[in-house]
């Protein structure tokens, strides 16, 4: 539609005014869903890229050994892109419902391969098996995923099975749900094929590396220094510091004493621990683009102490707590009975839950459901709603209201030039278009008292053509900086009729308008708050309040 769109505006007409401006007719989409269809996908894509990040987060936390912890995330971003291959060769489109599969999938794909590295890993740190090499660590490995590959095929199978039931959907259901079952078959089998083939074999070399080895680890950790030192110099990758915070912290590992060497490794996992924590607030924004990186980093934090804490008091102390279970288990056993009640209760309703007992009570003359305890209950507990499809911010909204019958033809077109006035002076509308009458059919019974207004609000940020929020560089006064020299590399609009008639006014007096060329400009800003450009022409700045005149200024609104 689009590029039909563009093969019929090359013909329609156009007039030179006197001042040398072409005017053109020009078509103008207003009801367009693709941005919303490319928001939702990047929006997934951003919450997949989250919940990788946390699941490796988690990983060198809990596991505590970054060995095993490279191999589980790398293995997870192999299973997803095996996932992807596999929507192709399927036919599978990346829509909403597909990505989520994968992102429901990603909790089963690390357990699968936490379950396999850490029983590897113990069967290391039993007595006699450090330091084995060759066949007698590939017996280690071997005996180690023979141990667990029932268990783990079992868990694989309960879930894929269970999802048999979404292959047989049909109509609407099926249409939306299929994806979802595949995608998620698709990334589990991924993961179960890498765990029984890849896993052991990256295991096997990667714990045959001699880190230990104090010439090995020596020349290791100089090239990782030497590696982070260029990333910093020639592509000003800070991120690297924390490369030379851990090679500097291993060359030193000799000066500790044997009781306090165990913390190396601990300060290991520190640092790359802030590194992703780094790249999750990042990514995430939890605290919203208008809190700084800092306050958000801060906060990632305290939500990773806050949850990750007493996941590791459990695994810490499991032993004793599994013990006072085992001895008390009828005191234990009311946890699960309470919590399935209190589900129950929720999902149904307090009424519906315990609509029985009421019945009961009132046979013996006692209306118990006036009681206020149990309107309490029930205003409390109403049980959860049901709806098909849930509720879309679309960043759009269809207004459709009617006028008197007695309303004629021109009265209505007033309203509605009227309406769409009204609308468009609102801050957060972007554009509405209203619509009056109807076309000649059967399916189109609207009366011409009734009118049809598309109101598309604007986006919260700015968007890439990915659907990703954008980052810009601002100044001191909050103006957006734009890379003059990018915007004339990539301008692919044909302006030779547009170089003199970009109006602007002196930044200082704002009273003397003056023509520039779009060649002369050295330097330009946007200043969101007054929706205008400042330029800088002959070390002058000047203010371009009237942008959507000049075919430049709106292509370097609308991409950059």
């Not at 769109?5 to 007409?13: A, M, N, Q, Y």
């Not at 990505?99 to 990603?106: V, W």
């Not at 990758?237 to 924390?242: D, L, R, V």
Request: proline share 3%; aromatic share 12%.
């Amino acid at each position: 539609m689009k590029n039909k769109i563009k093969e019929v505006s090359v013909g329609l007409p156009s007039k030179k005014l006197a001042d040398g401006t072409v005017s053109k007719v020009t078509i103008v989409p207003f009801y367009d869903r693709t941005d919303l269809i490319k928001e939702t996908i990047g929006t997934l894509e951003s919450a997949l890229s989250h919940e990788t990040l946390i699941s490796v987060l988690v990983i060198i936390i809990l596991l505590l050994n970054l060995r095993a912890s490279f191999v589980v995330s790398f293995l997870l971003s192999i299973a997803v892109l095996m996932a992807f291959i596999a929507m192709k060769l399927f036919h599978i489109d990346a829509n909403i419902v597909a990505l989520s599969g994968i992102a429901i999938a990603i909790g089963v794909m690390v357990d699968m391969g936490i379950v396999d590295v850490e029983n590897v890993t113990r069967h290391m740190e039993m007595p006699g098996n450090n330091n084995l090499k060759g066949k007698k660590l590939i017996k280690l490995i071997y005996d180690a995923n023979i141990e667990v590959i029932a268990a783990v095929t079992v868990a694989l199978a309960t879930t894929i099975v269970s999802f048999l039931p979404v292959f047989t959907m049909e109509a609407a259901e099926g249409k939306l749900f299929q994806p979802l079952a595949f995608t998620k078959t698709f990334a589990l089998l991924s993961s179960y094929i890498l765990g029984i083939v890849v896993l052991p074999t990256l295991v096997y070399f990667l714990y045959s590396i001699p880190f230990d080895k104090k010439t090995i680890s020596r020349y290791w950790n100089i090239c990782l220094i030497v590696i982070a030192t260029c990333l910093i110099i020639f592509w000003q990758n800070w991120i690297a510091i924390s490369l030379i915070l851990i090679s500097i912290n291993n060359l030193l590992e000799y000066k500790w004493t044997e009781s306090w060497k165990k913390y190396v490794n601990l300060i290991n996992i520190l640092i790359v621990s802030l590194v992703v924590v780094y790249f999750l607030s990042y990514e995430w924004l939890p605290m919203g683009a208008h809190n700084s990186l800092l306050i958000n980093f801060l906060f990632v934090i305290g939500i990773v102490i806050i949850i990750l804490t007493p996941l590791i008091l459990i695994t810490h102390f499991y032993e004793r707590i599994l013990n006072w279970c085992l001895k008390n288990r009828l005191k234990f056993f009311m946890l699960p009975i309470f919590t399935v009640v209190l589900g129950i209760v929720i999902w149904l309703g307090f009424n519906k839950s315990f609509g029985f007992i009421s019945t009961g009570i009132e046979k013996l003359g006692w209306n118990v459901k006036q009681t206020s305890l149990w309107q309490k209950a029930q205003s409390t507990f109403p049980g959860l709603g049901k709806e098909f499809m849930p509720a879309l911010d679309e960043g759009s909204y269809l207004l459709m209201p009617t006028s008197m019958p007695h309303a004629g033809i021109e009265k209505n077109i007033e309203y509605v030039k009227t309406l769409d006035k009204r609308l468009n002076s609102i801050p957060e509308v972007d554009v509405s278009v209203g619509k009056w009458g109807r076309v000649n059919s059967a399916l189109d019974p609207a009366p011409v008292q009734m009118f049809e207004n598309t109101i598309n609000y604007k986006p919260e940020y700015i968007l890439s053509t990915e659907g990703h929020r954008m980052r810009f560089k601002v100044d001191e006064n909050e103006n957006y900086l734009i890379d003059i020299n990018k915007v004339k590399e990539q301008i692919t609009l044909d302006y030779s009729n547009n170089k003199s008639n970009i109006k602007a006014i002196s930044l200082e007096n704002k009273t003397s308008e003056t023509e520039i060329e779009f060649d002369k400009i050295k330097e330009i800003k946007f200043n969101k708050e007054n929706n205008e450009f400042i330029v800088l022409v002959n070390n002058n700045w000047l203010v371009v309040q009237n942008y959507r005149a000049n075919n430049i200024l709106k292509f370097i609104f609308k991409n950059f």
